[in-house]
């Protein structure tokens, strides 16, 4: 069955640098997210993407997150300048359409900011 | 708006025993609901999901839910658990546009 990958498996990174997150989704869907969970707490929206360009975005999403797709394969998210809340297990999921199509998770990149 | 609430932070049952765990939901229209499954380490797999007509759905690894719009509610349930069915448990409503909301979880200890 087709999978969501996403590299690395941990990040350690130091408070300011910048870090990327990479994942590659199913071949076949169109939509692309972002989902955050820090520790102990719920799964939150980042990020949607389609068709290029970012179809929905939370609160939680400001100008220190982008996201790119740079080829036909990969899904990235840029995190500038990272702080010690950043610090938190990012997931990376698709679906072959939108909204009524359930999500496909990859297994996450857990990030920690020292 | 759209939420989520898992009212079971933490549940504790024997093995073999049957599994109810409760999930409620605040949204406008006719929803779309899942429940996911998190092992520890690991990402979130799709247990079942609920889009229209028959209010009780199958799902994967012998777990079902029913949704009932009178209570707004999608409780998952499993009527022998396994110890391999330790996990956090997710449900979530997918909402406008291609957002889903996720409930802060249920996590699921299951005793020999």
């Known amino acids: 069955e087709p999978e969501v990958t996403q590299t690395p498996s941990h990040q350690v990174t130091q408070m300011g640098q910048e870090v990327i997150l990479r994942c590659v989704p199913i071949?076949?869907?169109?939509?692309f997210y972002w989902y955050r969970q820090i520790l102990g707490q719920k799964v939150e929206f980042l990020v949607s993407f389609y068709n290029n360009e970012i179809s929905e975005k939370s609160e939680i999403f400001d100008d220190q997150f982008s996201v790119e797709r740079p080829d036909g394969s990969n899904f990235t998210l840029k995190i500038r300048s990272t702080k010690l809340e950043d610090s938190a297990m990012y997931f990376c999921?698709?679906?072959?359409?939108?909204?009524?199509?359930?999500?496909?998770f990859g297994n996450g990149t857990r990030l920690t900011v020292t | 708006a759209q939420s989520v609430t898992q009212p079971d932070i933490h549940i504790t049952v024997s093995e073999g025993a049957s599994l109810e765990l409760r999930c409620n939901y605040s949204?406008?229209?006719?929803?779309?609901l899942f429940w996911y499954v998190q092992s520890p380490g690991q990402g979130l797999q799709l247990l079942l999901k609920?889009?229209?007509?028959?209010?009780l759905v199958q799902g994967i690894k012998g777990f079902e839910a029913e949704f009932k719009r009178s209570q707004s509610s999608f409780n998952l349930r499993k009527p022998s658990v396994h110890w391999s069915d330790a996990a956090e448990y997710f449900c979530a409503v997918g909402g406008p546009g291609n957002q889903f909301y996720f409930g802060t979880g249920t996590s699921l200890t299951v005793i020999p």
């Open positions: 949204y406008g229209a006719t929803p779309y």
């Open positions: 999921a698709s679906s072959d359409r939108s909204y009524n199509s359930p999500l496909h």
């Open positions: 071949s076949n869907h169109l939509y």
């Open positions: 609920y889009f229209s007509g028959d209010t």
